[in-house]
């Protein structure tokens, strides 16, 4: 996956749809600034000034000469912002289906740990680039497009599309498609058993 998300950046950067960079910042940090009268701790301020751009500052109380860094954590903000935005909008985390307290915990409990694990599957593949797009947009890059059959073994699992899994089935021979069979009997039986215990809500 790293690979074909490496493939399509540079599809996309020969195409012209990637925006270049924008211009360097320049940061100019001042300590010790006593002049809020209210506040009578020192203050520091980090000043950062880009090209095009209207100038912006930082106030801290920390004392430091590192305003990359100030201006850098500043931005985290942008993205902690952006993740509450995903989950608002696009994962179901305030669409609550019952006013009960503890479907409600579920709830926000299950969205929180769904979404976590979908970052971290992102960045194990290196594929943070898609770390901000909505829910729709990362279902349809990240899953195929047709219907398929997913076929799971031990702690792997594979995609195949209807008619090639048809024809792998039709290919088995000898004992390996008699205990298939068993097996896909013993799976339809047990699926109408729970069909004739299904009780309504």
């Not at 740990?113 to 594929?127: F, G, I, N, R």
């Not at 729709?136 to 792997?156: D, E, T």
């Not at 195949?160 to 039986?189: N, Y």
Request: hydrophobic letters at 40%; charged letters at 25%; one cysteine or more.
């Amino acid at each position: 996956m790293a690979r074909r998300e490496r493939a399509r950046q540079r599809t996309l950067k020969k195409e012209g749809k990637i925006a270049p960079p924008p211009p360097p910042e320049k940061v100019a940090v001042v300590n010790d600034l006593t002049s809020w009268s209210s506040c009578p701790v020192p203050l520091t301020v980090a000043l950062t000034e880009r090209e095009g751009a209207e100038p912006w500052g930082l106030v801290t109380t920390r004392r430091t000469q590192d305003g990359a860094f100030l201006r850098d954590l500043y931005h985290v903000r942008e993205a902690i912002e952006e993740r509450y935005r995903q989950t608002k909008l696009f994962w179901d985390l305030t669409g609550f289906h019952s006013p009960n307290f503890n479907l409600v915990v579920n709830q926000v409990v299950f969205v929180a740990l769904a979404y976590t694990l979908v970052q971290m599957h992102l960045k194990a593949e290196s594929m943070t680039t898609f770390s901000r797009t909505t829910m729709p947009v990362l279902r349809r890059q990240m899953l195929p497009y047709a219907n398929h059959v997913i076929v799971y073994h031990g702690s792997f699992f594979a995609f195949f599309s209807v008619p090639e899994h048809t024809a792998i089935i039709l290919d088995i021979e000898g004992t390996a498609k008699d205990k298939l069979k068993r097996t896909m009997r013993r799976l339809q039986r047990e699926f109408l058993h729970e069909l004739q215990n299904v009780r309504s809500p």
